[in-house]
């Protein structure tokens, strides 16, 4: 195993792991959503055969040390069994370091961020991340709630105004819903998505990237 080895540890857990030509960023395992499709809250925390689980936190120089061709990936994307915008300054600190040093780099988000911090947080991603996928996960209130049990209310909505901000500011912003979630309509999805002026994805039941 080279030093672009496709799983880089602290003890046995796994901080960056590789699929599909992209690095991502396991930094946290803490969410601000309980969705019950997620891997953690059906008790396995392994995601193609990569073991997820932190018992602590990595610091941004544990995550950028792990990182030394960051140019050499089509992107680096901040996507574990968590939500890593409960991080916030630890994605900014590490994205501006690693757009520094040439890396494309993406956050896959629950949209949650501005909730969560109490206050609007796109600009500073814009700034420093180049795509944020958001996920929508379903066309109204009821089916997102049922699907991702939300810790705090309004969360459907504030997710929405999430993805106009950044829209406001960013050309690169990406909703993305689960095909194969009961109730949930794709073509629905893809619609609001078109309307909001922002792209969409739909992304399948199981599969993470």
């Not at 997820?52 to 990936?73: A, C, F, H, N, V």
């Not at 996928?133 to 309004?154: D, F, G, I």
């Not at 949930?184 to 909001?196: E, G, K, R, T």
Request: net charge positive; charged share 25%.
């Amino acid at each position: 195993m080279n030093q672009e080895a496709t799983a880089r540890q602290k003890g046995c857990e796994t901080l960056v792991y590789e699929l599909h030509g992209n690095l991502y960023l396991n930094i946290t395992n803490r969410c601000s959503l309980r969705c019950t499709y997620c891997p953690k809250f059906n008790h396995t925390w392994t995601v193609q055969d990569y073991a997820l689980r932190l018992s602590s936190e990595p610091d941004t120089g544990q995550i950028l040390k792990q990182i030394e061709r960051p140019e050499s990936y089509k992107q680096i994307v901040f996507c574990g069994l968590g939500e890593p915008t409960t991080r916030l300054d630890t994605v900014l600190d590490i994205s501006r370091a690693l757009k520094k040093r040439g890396a494309t780099v993406r956050l896959n988000t629950d949209g949650l961020a501005n909730l969560v911090h109490g206050r609007d947080v796109t600009t500073a991603l814009a700034e420093c991340v180049d795509e944020v996928s958001v996920s929508m996960n379903a066309q109204n209130t009821e089916l997102y709630t049922q699907h991702c049990r939300p810790k705090q209310a309004y969360s459907y909505e504030y997710m929405l105004e999430f993805v106009r901000k950044l829209r406001s500011r960013k050309k690169g912003v990406t909703l993305t819903a689960i095909d194969g979630l009961q109730g949930v309509d794709i073509l629905q999805c893809q619609n609001m998505a078109d309307a909001m002026g922002v792209n969409f994805r739909r992304r399948t039941l199981g599969l993470v990237g």
